[in-house]
Nanobody
């Protein structure tokens, strides 16, 4: 069982940056692929980025070059650095843990409660 707690969301002007954190409980954090998803107002939840247990990363095209996912297994934490934020990036951002390496929600078994990110122009 893994519990995930996100933090770091907030209000930021367009063009600004935020770093999200996701702290995980459990002794097997390093074995999981960790992903970030987001759900904008009135939209479905979509994939943002993921990092595998061997630090292989993969990004949605819409964030490639602006967002960076990383992990620190010593601290059981995954991060999402978000640069050059746009108003359309406004969403609740969710952290997830799973055994796969893909971008589908059904590949992730554990989810956090989400953290709100609002980018305003």
């Amino acid at each position: 069982q893994v519990q995930l707690v996100e933090s770091g969301g907030g209000l930021v002007q367009a063009g600004g940056s935020l770093r999200l954190s996701c702290a995980a409980s459990g002794r097997t954090f390093g074995d999981y692929t960790m992903g970030w998803f987001r759900q904008g107002p009135g939209k479905e939840r979509t994939f943002v980025a993921r990092i595998s247990s061997v630090y292989n990363t993969y990004y949605a095209d819409s964030v490639k070059g602006r967002f960076i996912i990383s992990r620190d297994n010593a601290w059981n934490t995954v991060y999402l650095r978000m640069n050059s934020l746009k108003p359309e990036n406004t969403a609740v951002y969710y952290c997830a843990a799973g055994g796969g390496i893909g971008a589908r929600e059904d590949e992730y078994d554990y989810w956090g409660q989400g953290t709100q990110v609002t980018a305003y122009s």
